[in-house]
């Protein structure tokens, strides 16, 4: 098993990232809530950033598409 390292002071893998932007972290923050990576040194911040803006976040994927990530509300309402 290939595994790529995103953040290597945490030992965290992209697949783990991307597992956490599935599971609706969306942001740098978020990601570092889920498992610590970009909390040491913060070399690997831009890399999740990355990772995030490739469609790993399912809400980025609603925006790229032009549909509103506020519909649960809209309808709500």
């Known amino acids: 098993m290939?595994?790529?390292f995103v953040c290597s002071c945490f030992g965290v893998t992209e697949q783990q990232v991307k597992k956490h932007a599935a599971d609706g972290a969306c942001?740098?923050?978020?990601?570092?809530?889920?498992?610590?990576a970009g909390?040491?040194?913060?070399?690997?911040?831009?890399?999740i950033q990355a990772i995030l803006g490739r469609g790993a976040?399912?809400?980025?994927e609603s925006?790229?598409?032009?549909e509103s990530v506020f519909t649960?509300?809209?309808?709500a309402a």
């Open 72 to 75: 649960e509300l809209e309808e």
């Open 63 to 66: 925006v790229d598409q032009g």
């Open 27 to 36: 942001t740098p923050r978020q990601i570092a809530s889920a498992c610590k």
């Open 2 to 4: 290939n595994r790529v």
């Open 39 to 47: 909390t040491d040194c913060g070399s690997c911040v831009r890399r």
């Open 57 to 60: 976040c399912p809400r980025r």
